[in-house]
Nanobody, 118 residues
């Protein structure tokens, strides 16, 4: 059974930082492109950042310079370090895992809420 479990969300003041974690099980983690997405109510889910099995990263323009995605294959975990958070970053963040050859093997976590407010 595949599970992606996010943690690390919460309430933070504008300008603050949070680190999200996503622990994966039931997959060969090292062969998956991992990513973080976010979705506000009424909006489509949007890319925040991805990291390939080889460590190549990709960021949305809104995340560049503020967020850093990383992975620890030994721990089957992907991270999203978020700095200089803004109120518009408030939403639910979802972890995604996509097998790099068999793309139909695509999995989502249940999400973690990030709230940026003073």
């Amino acid at each position: 059974q595949v599970q992606l479990v996010e943690s690390g969300g919460g309430l933070v003041q504008p300008g603050g930082s949070l680190r999200l974690s996503c622990a994966a099980s039931g997959i060969i983690f090292s062969t998956y492109r991992m990513g973080w997405y976010r979705q506000a109510p009424g909006n489509q889910r949007e890319l925040v950042a991805t990291i390939s099995s080889g460590g190549v990263t990709n960021y949305a323009d809104s995340a560049k310079g503020r967020f850093t995605i990383s992975r620890d294959n030994a721990k089957n975990t992907v991270y999203l370090q978020m700095n200089n958070l803004k109120p518009e970053d408030t939403t639910v963040y979802y972890c995604n895992g996509n097998q790099e050859i068999f793309h139909a093997m695509n999995y989502w976590g249940k999400g973690t809420l990030v709230t940026v407010s003073s």
